[in-house]
């Protein structure tokens, strides 16, 4: 099987260059993640390619929306398996988790809530209720002591 390499490509062209490669049967892996309800490329500019070198580089090198293949003088250099596993097991749905505020909180974590009209209250993460991401949170604040249904992508844990 041939290696992966990384190719640089032109501002803006990265789902266009992707098209071109996967129409031509090469294998081509550009992780996204989604940034408000928008897919974007993980690595702006850049794209992983399994080609054979030297028999397609210069097929490679002049495709559309290409600007380089990442080497140096002596080469392309290939990019190890382990890279592009790593970044497939970070995908959920196809695109890769961002950590927004750090490590996910757990149930029993002292958590913050990290956006919203809420920011800054502090409470404890009780428990996940459904699907859509909804958790409960136990708030102990002043005097106060209740229950809050909040979306967990707005909270953060609270690291000692």
């Known amino acids: 099987m041939d290696p992966w390499y990384v190719i640089n490509i032109k501002p803006k062209k990265e789902f266009q260059v992707e098209r071109l490669f996967m129409e031509g049967g090469f294998t081509i ?5 989604l940034f408000e309800k928008h897919i974007r490329p993980f690595f702006p500019g850049y794209a992983f390619l399994r080609f054979d070198h ?52 757990g149930i029993g974590d002292e958590i913050e809530v990290a ?8 409470g404890i993460f009780k428990k996940e209720l459904d699907e859509r991401e909804r958790v409960m949170i136990l708030l102990n604040y002043v005097s106060y002591q209740g229950m809050l249904l909040i979306e967990k992508k707005k909270l953060k844990k609270v690291m000692k």
Do not use: C, F, W
């Not at 892996?29 to 993640?33: G, L, Q, R, V």
């Not at 002049?62 to 398996?81: A, H, L, M």
């Not at 956006?115 to 502090?122: A, F, N, S």
């Open 54 to 105: 030297p028999a397609q580089y210069q097929m490679v090198k002049y495709t559309r929306g290409v600007k380089k293949i990442v080497g140096n003088p002596e080469g392309p250099i290939p990019v190890q398996e382990e890279v592009i596993r790593d970044l497939r097991a970070r995908e959920k749905d196809g695109h890769i988790e961002l950590d927004k505020y750090g490590q996910e909180p």
């Open 29 to 33: 892996y550009s992780p996204k993640y």
């Open 115 to 122: 956006e919203g009209p809420l920011k800054g209250l502090k």
